[in-house]
Nanobody, 123 residues
Framework: QVQLVESGGGLVQPGGSLRLSCAAS????????IGWFRQAPGKAREGVSC????????YYSDSVKGRFTVSRDNAKNTVYLQMNSLKPEDTAVYYC????????????????RGQGTQVTVSS
């Protein structure tokens, strides 16, 4: 049974940082690309970033490029999303999912996904 569990969300002031984690079990983790998505109330799902199976490929949305960094530790079956210089518009539920990490990863909606973790950026 595939399970993805996100953690690390919370309340942070504008300009602050958070690191999200996505821990996977029940899959051959090292062969999967992993994507990070977010969804704010009343808004469509947005692809934030993805990372390839061997960490040699990564994509970022224009809205987070230069502020967020995705990485993975295959020995720990975990993908991370380091989020710096957070803005109020980054407020959303963030979740991870298995994806083919290509330039069109944000269009993929067929993989396993976690329940998500809330990120709130507010003063």
């Amino acid at each position: 049974q595939v399970q993805l569990v996100e953690s690390g969300g919370g309340l942070v002031q504008p300009g602050g940082s958070l690191r999200l984690s996505c821990a996977a079990s029940g899959i051959a983790f090292s062969i999967y690309g992993i994507g990070w998505f977010r969804q704010a109330p009343g808004k469509a799902r947005e692809g934030v970033s993805c990372i390839g199976s061997s960490q040699d490929i990564a994509y970022y949305s224009d809205s987070v490029k230069g502020r967020f960094t995705v990485s993975r530790d295959n020995a720990k079956n975990t993908v991370y999303l380091q989020m710096n210089s957070l803005k109020p518009e980054d407020t959303a539920v963030y979740y991870c999912a298995t994806v083919p990490c290509t330039a069109r990863y944000s269009e993929f909606d067929g993989g396993s996904r976690g329940q998500g973790t809330q990120v709130t950026v507010s003063s």
